[in-house]
T-cell receptor
Framework: GNSVTQMEGPVTLSEEAFLTINCTYT??????LFWYVQYPGEGLQLLLK?????DKGSNKGFEATYRKETTSFHLEKGSVQVSDSAVYFC?????????FGTGTRLTIIP | DGGITQSPKYLFRKEGQNVTLSCEQN?????MYWYRQDPGQGLRLIYY???????QKGDIAEGYSVSREKKESFPLTVTSAQKNPTAFYLC?????????????????FGPGTRLTVL
């Protein structure tokens, strides 16, 4: 079946630092790929998505490129802010249901 | 406003009691899902439903039950058979564009219910 491997956390960065959270997956076919974000005490929200190979999803300064050749969908942001502190989940689909990564807790310190 | 609601936000129950968590959506989505989240862990799928009156077990269905009598509603019952029910429960929904799997589309999540069994 499909699976996802996400960079372990927690990750702590200073404000304005560069962020990369790695995500690799195995999947049959060419699925859509998603990054979700969860703020403390809340449900998940879609952060960005890519629906085909070489597609780049972007939102709120975050970007991720669907790399079919390396089966990766790494999340990046050039300059993080304190408000980006949250848990980030990579999610490639698996048949009828999404497979979520374990999540990466990100803390940004001023 | 369209969205998913879960109630209550916090729920306390005594050990051995069944409890039902509510999930309602007005997004006209066909597919709905229940996940469990434990501290420091990712999401684990309990049950999902692609259409009214039909549902499938996820990865950790033991000790849980669901129903899907209406498109808008997908309640989850945590039974006394669930050995460790204290957790954060998340409901989600998505559109279902046949023949694509529902997971090809974004899932919309509710705010969650934190269940504590005393």
């Amino acid at each position: 079946g499909n699976s996802v491997t996400q960079m372990e956390g927690p990750v702590t960065l200073s404000e304005e630092a560069f962020l990369t959270i790695n995500c690799t997956y195995t999947a049959t076919g060419y699925p859509s790929l998603f990054w979700y974000v969860q703020y403390p005490g809340e449900g998940l929200q879609l952060l960005l998505k890519a629906t085909k190979a070489d597609d780049k999803g972007s939102n709120k300064g975050f970007e991720a490129t669907y790399r079919k050749e390396t089966t990766s969908f790494h999340l990046e942001k050039g300059s993080v802010q304190v408000s980006d502190s949250a848990v980030y989940f990579c999610a490639p689909p698996a048949d009828e249901k999404l497979t979520f990564g374990t999540g990466t807790r990100l803390t940004i310190i001023p | 406003d369209g969205g998913i609601t879960q109630s209550p936000k916090y729920l306390f129950r005594k050990e051995g009691q069944n409890v039902t968590l509510s999930c309602e959506q007005n997004l006209n989505h066909d597919a709905m899902y229940w996940y469990r989240q434990d501290p420091g862990q990712g999401l684990r799928l309990i049950y999902y439903s692609q259409i009214v009156n039909d549902f499938q077990k996820g990865d950790i269905a033991e000790g849980y039950s669901v129903s899907r009598e209406k498109k808008e509603s997908f309640p989850l019952t945590v039974t006394s058979a669930q050995k460790n029910p204290t957790a954060f429960y998340l409901c989600a929904s998505s559109i279902h564009q046949i023949p694509l799997a529902p997971s090809y589309n974004e899932q919309f999540f509710g705010p969650g219910t934190r269940l504590t069994v005393l």
